[in-house]
């Protein structure tokens, strides 16, 4: 049952217009890099459609501060189908690039703080908005072939729970 509407990952970050609707859906599994899967989870105490918004439209205010490239002033959000981040001297840092959407999963192309961005390499991540509730939703953080996913994504997952009010769960081994 998908209760979110598209249209709540689309405005945010929807790459510029190419004449081609291909790239709209995420991508298929049997297309992530080979390994072992790793995910992580939070719960946010927010309606699905508010912990969307909180993750795409405050990354700005939940990113941590010591995970910044740019300098701890700077700037964090979605633009032109990319999480780009701007220091106040005007460097920049590509994050990760959307991949794709499907219902209620956002997938992006995730460079991290490394050179990946350089050579156009990346690891495919998949973030999931579970509905538990009218006021709680489990946000989850799916990749594989990349052994620093969890270290990338963990301070970051807490970060945005924090944020949200809620905690993340403890991970499984």
Not at 19 to 44: I, K, M, N, Q, Y
Not at 157 to 163: E, M, P, T
């Amino acid at each position: 049952m998908d209760l979110m509407s598209d249209s709540l990952f689309l405005d945010p970050f929807a790459p510029p217009p190419s004449g081609d609707s291909a790239g709209t859906t995420a991508p298929a599994a049997e297309h992530a890099p080979e390994g072992e899967t790793t995910s992580l989870t939070a719960e946010v105490p927010l309606a699905a459609d508010r912990a969307v918004e909180a993750f795409l439209e405050y990354v700005h205010l939940w990113w941590p501060s010591a995970l910044r490239t740019c300098g701890e002033d700077s700037h964090l959000g979605f633009e032109e189908g990319s999480l780009l981040e701007e220091g106040v001297d005007g460097s920049r840092h590509r994050w990760a690039d959307v991949a794709g959407i499907d219902g209620a999963s956002l997938s992006l192309r995730w460079f991290g703080a490394g050179h990946e961005q350089a050579a156009g390499t990346g690891t495919d991540v998949t973030l999931e908005f579970a509905i538990e509730s009218t006021t709680q939703t489990l946000v989850t953080i799916r990749g594989s072939g990349a052994i620093s996913l969890r270290q990338d994504w963990h301070p970051l997952l807490d970060g945005y729970a924090r944020f949200a009010g809620g905690t993340v769960r403890p991970a499984v081994a």
